[in-house]
């Protein structure tokens, strides 16, 4: 985690300045990445990997939080 997380952070900022929302999609990666741990397969090029799960997380949690709001 220590290894990619300056470059995850610094990708993620790229799709919103929230940073709380940032940490937070970068540790609920590496925790579903752990759950997940007996399942998942080799994972060849781990930093594309991991890049390419946090864009999905924060598209994901920006996605749900504006869908919350046109709600309300």
Not at 14 to 40: G, Y
Not at 42 to 71: C, E, T, W
Request: glycine residues 2%; charged residues 25%.
């Amino acid at each position: 985690m220590r290894k990619y997380y300056p470059d995850l952070y610094n990708y993620a900022a790229r799709f919103t300045p929230d940073d709380q929302l940032i940490k937070d999609c970068i540790q609920e990666v590496f925790i579903s990445l752990w759950q997940r741990r007996q399942t998942v397969g080799v994972i060849l090029s781990p930093k594309f990997y991991f890049l390419r799960a946090i864009k999905n997380k924060v598209l994901k949690s920006l996605d749900s939080a504006h869908r919350k709001m046109g709600q309300q």
